[in-house]
């Protein structure tokens, strides 16, 4: 085997759950964590602040008064594919 650069970290993980790429149909957590380097997300939780929630792909959002809707305005530069 080579050896690893020292500037380089190599991480093995078991892909045995890994059956999709779809994320909603993805479970369990080395899962969520191939699929929190694959896709944006809308919000992201702020490094700095972890009970802060910041824009992503959503460049702001509204909450309905009984709570219950939450609807996300999306920045000029997004756009969906299936590719």
């Keep these: 085997m080579a050896k690893t650069p020292p500037d380089q970290l190599i991480i093995g ?6 059956l999709t790429l779809d994320p909603a149909a993805m479970t369990g957590n080395e899962v969520v964590g191939i699929v929190v380097n694959l ?3 809308l919000v992201e939780l702020d490094p700095e602040q972890l009970t802060t929630v910041k824009p992503a792909l959503a460049k702001s959002w509204d ?3 009984d709570g ?4 996300f305005h999306l920045r000029d530069d997004v756009k ?3 590719r």
């Design 13 to 18: 993980m078991n892909m045995n759950n890994l």
């Design 39 to 41: 896709y944006d997300s």
């Design 63 to 65: 909450i309905s008064p």
């Design 68 to 71: 219950k809707t939450l609807t």
């Design 80 to 82: 969906f594919h299936s």
